[in-house]
């Protein structure tokens, strides 16, 4: 296997790593300054708006389909038409963001009432003005990275991995920073996490500028239009579904969960925080590095590199991905103490928070999958199976949600947002096969076995020796830290060499 793409994927793992722990430390102090509750629940809301968009047009369908063109005029192109793809591709994309920005601030208590219509017919209004207050604050933060992550996609094409993967860990810090020292001078306190979002936007987008300076592919703006536009916008309006279906999934989750008791939408949003860092150093960060190597592979017909990349980073997933799914469902409630039980998060914050991590990170795997899945497509140009399994998903979820939210309330939700991500791991994989582009290699499945006998080791042992709720709610924060820490490293451990006495080495994979 080529040797660049477990480094490449390694360096994202990294620099995703050291932002997603950051921003584990951000979460703690939200949930330590402002605890669950009906204010918590008006900020998710407007942050999680700006943010969804942002993965499902930036980071989601307009990267997904930008890099395989960029890609392809890099290869097949002089590098002033590359210069030229960038250019009317970035100025469309940011006259667009203009527009879509502009409005959304004028009109945001409309949308507030779009996404979180539980908030507006409740009888005090507090929680439905006040998300309108931020989204005019948290919503231009869209534009902001949006520009980042056209820029991102750029210096991944030129296989300039750690930038990008380095650059959210300025949002946390910023969003710490204003949590702790900017809410004393704020009438309204939780005010200060809006703005430390369009604040550390701004520092996203500055921190970009000098590296692609230095490759010499900073957009600029162009006039007129460009055959890339129109492949642009083939590709990108399918794909809106085709790669972000986790992503709307949980935003109906949100609006569901609005509907619910106060602090619903905050349980939903700490447990999906958790589930959200093995998601990134996993499945985000393959598939990040994935798309860029899949579309050069097609782009130059290599076909067998093609197939290798596939199964490679499948193999890779399936590795990482089962001991992390087991120890987010065993570990889920001493995991939300250790980390978001304090001052404002009571215990029963915590136990909601756990039942709907446990949830969450059933479906982990599942997760994993479609991430690498999809990127599989659209390297092809091909949109149009993604969206097919995507809305078959989504729909899936929605009949999911208000079934097992009228018996399980916010769980029932995560719950149908996991089983949605298994049918659009089956989906991708039936079609996959159908086309003949790809197919479980046997040494994925011997894997697959050896895997699992590691896990069911490795599950046993948690369940043995693990300490029980109690004394995690009765502990200090650093008896936590040790206990949970001590618990994962030693399971880590015994997995990997469990593996290891199985015959497996990473470098012979």
Same mark, same amino acid.
């Given at each position: 296997?080529?040797?660049?793409?477990?480094?490449?994927?390694?360096?994202?793992?990294?620099?995703?790593?050291?932002?997603?722990?950051?921003?584990?430390?951000?979460?703690?102090?939200?949930?330590?300054?402002?605890?669950?509750?009906?204010?918590?629940?008006?900020?998710?809301?407007?942050?999680?708006?700006?943010?969804?968009?942002?993965?499902?047009?930036?980071?989601?369908?307009?990267?997904? &389909?930008?890099?395989?063109?960029?890609?392809?005029?890099?290869?097949?192109?002089?590098?002033?038409?590359?210069?030229?793809?960038?250019?009317?591709?970035?100025?469309?994309?940011?006259?667009?963001?203009?527009?879509?920005?502009?409005?959304?601030?004028?009109?945001?208590?409309?949308?507030?009432?779009?996404?979180? =219509?539980?908030?507006?017919?409740?009888?005090?209004?507090?929680?439905?003005?006040?998300?309108?207050?931020?989204?005019?604050?948290?919503?231009?933060?869209?534009?902001?990275?949006?520009?980042?992550?056209?820029?991102?996609?750029?210096?991944?094409?030129?296989?300039?991995?750690?930038?990008?993967?380095?650059?959210?860990? @300025?949002?946390?810090?910023?969003?710490?920073?204003?949590?702790?020292?900017?809410?004393?001078?704020?009438?309204?306190?939780?005010?200060?996490? +809006? =703005?430390?979002?369009?604040? #550390?936007?701004?520092?996203?987008?500055?921190?970009?500028?000098?590296?692609?300076?230095?490759?010499?592919?900073?957009?600029?703006?162009?006039?007129?239009?460009?055959?890339?536009?129109?492949? *642009?916008?083939?590709?990108?309006?399918?794909?809106?579904?085709?790669?972000?279906?986790?992503?709307?999934?949980?935003?109906?989750?949100?609006?569901?969960?609005?509907?619910?008791?106060? #602090?619903?939408?905050? =349980?939903?949003?700490?447990?999906?925080?958790?589930?959200?860092?093995?998601?990134?150093?996993?499945?985000?960060?393959?598939?990040?590095?994935?798309?860029?190597?899949?579309?050069?592979?097609?782009?130059?017909?290599?076909?067998?590199?093609?197939?290798?990349?596939?199964?490679? +980073?499948?193999?890779? #997933?399936? @590795?990482?991905?089962?001991?992390?799914?087991?120890?987010?469902?065993?570990?889920?409630?001493?995991?939300?103490?250790?980390?978001?039980?304090?001052?404002?998060?009571?215990?029963?914050?915590?136990?909601?928070?756990?039942?709907? *991590?446990?949830?969450?990170?059933?479906?982990?795997?599942?997760?994993?999958?479609?991430?690498?899945?999809?990127?599989?497509? @659209?390297?092809? #140009?091909?949109?149009?199976?993604?969206?097919?399994?995507?809305?078959? &998903?989504?729909?899936?979820?929605?009949?999911?949600?208000?079934?097992?939210?009228?018996?399980?309330?916010?769980?029932?939700?995560?719950?149908?947002?996991?089983?949605?991500?298994?049918?659009?791991?089956?989906?991708?994989?039936?079609?996959?096969?159908?086309?003949?582009?790809?197919?479980?290699?046997?040494? @994925?499945?011997?894997?697959?076995?050896?895997?699992?006998?590691?896990?069911?080791?490795?599950?046993?042992?948690?369940?043995?020796?693990?300490?029980?709720?109690?004394?995690?709610?009765?502990?200090?924060?650093?008896?936590?830290?040790?206990?949970?820490?001590?618990?994962?490293?030693?399971?880590?451990?015994?997995?990997?060499?469990?593996?290891?006495?199985?015959?497996?080495?990473?470098?012979?994979?």
């Amino acid at each position: 296997m080529d040797k660049s793409f477990l480094k490449s994927s390694s360096i994202v793992t990294a620099m995703t790593f050291l932002s997603r722990i950051l921003g584990l430390v951000r979460d703690y102090f939200i949930a330590r300054y402002f605890g669950a509750n009906g204010l918590t629940d008006a900020f998710l809301v407007a942050f999680r708006i700006p943010n969804f968009l942002r993965r499902l047009f930036a980071e989601g369908a307009f990267s997904q &389909a930008f890099v395989p063109i960029l890609a392809d005029a890099k290869i097949n192109n002089s590098e002033q038409e590359v210069q030229n793809v960038i250019n009317h591709i970035g100025t469309k994309f940011l006259t667009t963001l203009v527009i879509i920005t502009f409005i959304t601030v004028i009109i945001a208590p409309l949308i507030i009432f779009m996404f979180a =219509w539980g908030f507006y017919f409740e009888e005090d209004q507090t929680k439905f003005n006040l998300a309108s207050d931020m989204l005019r604050i948290t919503f231009p933060y869209l534009l902001l990275i949006s520009l980042t992550a056209f820029s991102g996609a750029i210096l991944n094409t030129y296989d300039k991995f750690a930038v990008p993967a380095f650059t959210p860990v @300025l949002l946390n810090i910023s969003m710490i920073l204003s949590a702790i020292y900017l809410s004393e001078y704020l009438q309204t306190p939780i005010m200060a996490l +809006a =703005w430390g979002v369009l604040i #550390g936007g701004v520092a996203q987008l500055l921190f970009q500028i000098p590296f692609l300076v230095k490759i010499k592919k900073l957009p600029k703006l162009a006039r007129g239009d460009h055959k890339s536009i129109k492949t *642009l916008k083939k590709r990108m309006l399918p794909a809106l579904f085709g790669v972000s279906v986790s992503q709307i999934n949980l935003l109906i989750d949100t609006m569901i969960a609005t509907v619910l008791v106060s #602090g619903s939408v905050s =349980w939903l949003y700490y447990s999906d925080r958790l589930l959200e860092l093995p998601l990134a150093l996993i499945g985000i960060a393959l598939a990040t590095v994935a798309l860029a190597k899949l579309s050069n592979h097609f782009a130059n017909k290599d076909n067998e590199k093609f197939t290798r990349t596939v199964d490679y +980073a499948l193999k890779i #997933g399936l @590795l990482l991905g089962a001991p992390a799914c087991a120890g987010l469902v065993l570990l889920a409630e001493p995991l939300i103490i250790t980390l978001f039980q304090y001052e404002e998060f009571d215990p029963f914050a915590a136990s909601q928070s756990a039942m709907s *991590l446990m949830a969450y990170g059933s479906g982990l795997i599942a997760f994993i999958i479609v991430k690498i899945l999809a990127p599989v497509f @659209l390297s092809r #140009g091909d949109t149009k199976t993604p969206v097919k399994v995507g809305v078959i &998903a989504m729909v899936s979820n929605v009949f999911l949600n208000i079934i097992f939210s009228f018996y399980f309330a916010h769980v029932g939700l995560a719950v149908a947002t996991s089983i949605a991500a298994v049918i659009n791991a089956s989906l991708l994989y039936y079609y996959l096969t159908k086309q003949s582009i790809f197919s479980i290699s046997t040494d @994925l499945i011997k894997l697959f076995f050896k895997v699992l006998l590691a896990s069911f080791i490795m599950v046993a042992f948690i369940l043995t020796f693990s300490n029980n709720i109690s004394f995690y709610l009765e502990s200090d924060a650093w008896q936590r830290i040790t206990s949970i820490s001590t618990i994962i490293g030693a399971s880590i451990a015994i997995y990997f060499v469990c593996l290891r006495i199985l015959g497996i080495r990473m470098n012979q994979l």
